[in-house]
C-alpha cells in the first residue's frame, strides 16, 4: 500500500498527442545550431565516461556564479529545476508546514508539498485580469509559512512588480521564486542578484536551461539563495544527479549567452504579435506563452489541424513558436472563430 497521500495524488500527467505543430510544453521553438551539438560531443568524448561527474559540479556552479553575479556557493545545480525543487520542499516543508501557492500555476509545487505532508494554502488569481495576487499572498503568509511564486506564472503569464519579492520577504516565509521564464520578462525584478540579493535568506530563486537556452531534453536547471541555505537543501538534494553530458552542455552554452539572447528577442517579438491577434481573449503575458479563454471544443479543433496546445478548464495555453508555426496557430484560430 502506498501512503494515504500518495494514494490520494494524482501522477503529473500530459496530453500526450502527436501534431506537427507542438505548441503545449513552453519548449524554446529551435534547435541548437549544430556546431554547439558537435562542440558538446567533442568535449565529452574526452571525457572518462566510467567516472562520476564532478561532485560539487565546481566548474558549472562557477560559470553560473560568473554570468550572475553570484558566489558559487550560492548556487545548486540539478537535473532540471524540477529536481531542485523536490530538494527544496523536502527541505523547508513537513508535516502540516503551510505553503502559499497561488492558482492555477505549475502543478507540480501542490505535488510536492501533498507527498511532504505540508498543507497547500492557496491563493486564486483573478481569472479577470491574470494578475498574481501580491497582496492577498503577503496576507496569507507568515514566519511559519514557505510560499511558492512563479514569475512569470505559468499558465497566466503575469509577473511580481518590481517590488514584490520584498514584500514577501517582509512576511518573514520562506520565499521559494521560480523564474523558469524569467528571461523573458524583459525585467531584472527577479533575477537572482537583483531579487534583493540572495544573501537574504530565506530568499531561494529557481532558474532553468529548458526554456530561454532551448536545451529542455538535456534537463539542467539551477538555484540561487544564501549558502547556509544550499548547504541544508544539498543534504536533501541527490549526489551525481546531472549527468556529464548536461553538465558540458549547460557550461558551453553559457559560453554562448547570445543563443539565449537570440531566443528571447525571437519569442518577444512573436509574442507581441501572436497576443495583438488574440485580442481580449488573451492574459498579458511576459513568459513565452499565453493564455487565453477558450470556447469548449477548441482544444480538439486546432488538434484535427495538427496544432497541440495545453488545456486548461476554460482556457488554453499556447507556446510562442516558430513563426511560421504561429502564422499556422493564428490561421486556424481565425477560421475555428
Ligand atoms: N517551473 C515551471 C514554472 C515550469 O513551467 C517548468 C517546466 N514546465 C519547470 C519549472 C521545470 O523546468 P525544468 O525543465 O528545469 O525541470
Given at each position: ?17 502527436d501534431?506537427?505543430?507542438k ?17 558538446l ?22 560559470a ?8 558559487p ?5 540539478g ?5 531542485l ?17 497561488p ?19 492557496p ?8 494578475v ?7 496576507r ?8 511558492i511564486?512563479?514569475?512569470p506564472n ?13 514584500e514577501?520577504l517582509?512576511?518573514g516565509?520562506t520565499v ?5 521564464y524569467?528571461?523573458?520578462?524583459g525585467?531584472r ?10 544573501a537574504?535568506?530565506?530568499l531561494?530563486?529557481?532558474?532553468t536551461f ?12 539551477w538555484l540561487a ?7 541544508e ?5 541527490l549526489?551525481y ?18 543563443l ?11 509574442r ?8 481580449d481573449?488573451?492574459?498579458p503575458?511576459q513568459?513565452n ?25 476554460g ?10 508555426e ?11 472563430a
Open positions: 500500500m502506498s501512503r494515504a497521500a500518495i494514494a490520494a495524488m494524482t501522477a503529473y500527467t500530459l496530453e500526450l498527442r501534431a506537427a505543430i505548441l503545449n510544453q513552453n519548449e524554446g521553438p529551435d534547435d541548437l545550431p549544430r556546431a554547439f551539438k558537435e562542440e560531443f567533442r568535449r565529452v568524448v574526452n571525457r572518462s565516461w566510467n567516472r562520476y561527474p564532478d561532485f560539487e559540479l565546481t566548474e558549472l556552479r562557477s553560473l556564479a560568473r554570468a550572475n553575479g553570484l558566489e556557493d550560492q548556487i545548486l545545480a537535473n532540471g529545476s524540477n529536481e525543487l523536490a530538494a527544496t520542499v523536502a527541505t523547508f516543508v513537513g508535516p502540516g508546514t503551510p505553503v502559499v501557492i492558482r492555477p500555476t505549475f502543478a507540480l509545487y501542490e505535488k510536492l508539498v501533498a507527498i511532504a505532508g505540508g498543507t497547500v494554502v491563493v486564486d488569481i483573478d481569472p479577470a485580469t491574470g498574481l495576487p501580491l497582496d492577498a499572498i503577503v496569507a503568509a507568515g514566519p511559519a509559512s514557505v510560499v511564486v512563479c514569475s505559468n499558465p497566466t503569464g503575469g509577473v511580481l512588480p518590481p517590488d514584490g519579492v520584498d514577501l517582509a512576511t516565509a521559494l521564486l521560480d523564474r523558469a524569467g528571461e523573458f520578462d525585467g525584478a527577479t533575477s537572482p542578484a537583483g531579487a534583493g540579493g540572495i537574504r535568506a530565506p531561494i530563486t529557481f532558474s529548458s526554456k530561454a537556452w532551448g536545451l529542455a531534453g538535456l534537463r539542467v536547471g539563495s544564501a549558502a547556509e541555505t544550499c548547504r537543501i544539498r543534504k536533501v538534494k549526489p544527479s546531472l549527468n556529464i553530458v548536461s553538465e558540458a552542455a549547460a557550461i558551453l552554452a553559457l559560453e554562448n549567452p547570445w539565449r539572447d537570440r531566443n528571447v528577442e525571437r519569442v518577444r517579438k512573436e507581441a504579435r501572436v497576443m495583438d491577434a488574440l485580442g481573449a488573451a492574459f503575458s513568459a506563452f499565453i493564455l487565453f479563454r477558450a470556447r469548449a471544443g477548441l482544444f480538439d479543433d486546432l488538434l484535427a489541424r495538427g496544432i497541440l496546445v495545453r488545456a486548461y478548464a482556457f488554453l495555453r499556447v507556446s510562442i513558436g516558430l513563426p511560421e504561429n502564422d499556422a496557430f493564428l490561421a486556424a484560430m481565425k477560421e475555428l
